[in-house]
């Protein structure tokens, strides 16, 4: 596997996801009328960060009870555009549902309907500084294209929250991150080094391969603060059981060799990384109060694990223990 492959290996899979997503699309019948889908009780709030200059948008739900004494439990989900609807659904129908409270949800994502532009925004948001030569196999970006994590978590923290607590009252000692894929890793960046900012952390398909897997090098002294008793998060880690597995064919406009995939596939080894680091930090020695679980969903993909990862991280961060 040479470096250069291992570089594309960071990106080959949103690329082919979003050109599917932004295909050209079906329009409907000039005949048929109807009226927009909304979700009920769920609003969007677009704001620009003084933080670090750029432009989000907030798609916010809450359930439609009086919150308790301590106000709601919280999931903050990153890559809002594609996955607030799934989350707002599943929060909803699992608070139906013995043990589970019902929960305020805040999904971060970008104010664009363009899946390209949206793929850009959270590459940049949602990762940790990229190799030198990342622009060998991805003419136009560079670099500076990646790398703003610690920004983000910044807005997160300190403009995000702030608006989903004028909205609605939350407990803070119930919050919960959710990311998948970019996302995963930025919550196990954020576990590491924020363990105190969220209750819980929910890492699905975390790209721990990115730039020479530096989230393994942060590793070791959050475990230190575990097992001094210093941090006590709980922490689920997802993957499907498909992740490592070769493709058989590709998806139309793809810039890469059946060969060339099934290379990159081999290299990151997500099945294996994840699972890795769910039972090392599983096998961690800390208070009554820290968990570490890991799920392999079977029959799943990197691009079908969302849902089943959701529904697991609301019952893991909001159901009985």
Known sequence: MTR?????????????????????PIEPDSSATGVPVVIKSAQQIDFTSKI?????????AGPPLLPPSGGYPVLYVLDGNAHFGTAVETA?????????APAVVVAIGYPTDDRLDIEKRRAFDLTLPAAKDVGALLPGMTPADFGGLDAFL??????????????????????ALFGHSFGGMAVLHALFKRPGAFRTFIASSPTIYWADRVLLSEEPQFVRRVEQGSVAPRILITVGGEESTPWKSLPSAN???????????????????????????AAVDGPPAYEAVGVVFAGEGHLSQPPAAISRAVRFAFGER
Do not use: W
């Not at 250069?4 to 050209?24: G, H, N, S």
């Not at 909803?92 to 589970?100: E, F, M």
């Not at 995939?261 to 890795?276: D, T």
């Open 4 to 24: 250069t492959i291992a570089v594309a290996a960071a990106v080959v899979f949103a690329l082919l996801a979003a050109r599917a997503l932004a295909a050209t």
């Open 52 to 60: 670090n200059g750029r432009s989000y948008r907030l798609f916010i």
């Open 92 to 100: 909803r129908l699992q608070s139906y549902s013995p043990g589970v």
């Open 154 to 175: 910044e807005v997160l923290e300190n403009e995000i929250k702030p608006r989903a607590a004028f909205l609605y009252k939350v407990d803070p000692a119930q919050a």
């Open 255 to 281: 810039p890469f060799t059946l060969d060339q995939v099934n290379s990159i596939i081999r290299s990151l080894r997500m099945v294996e990384e994840a699972c890795a680091m769910a039972e090392r930090l």
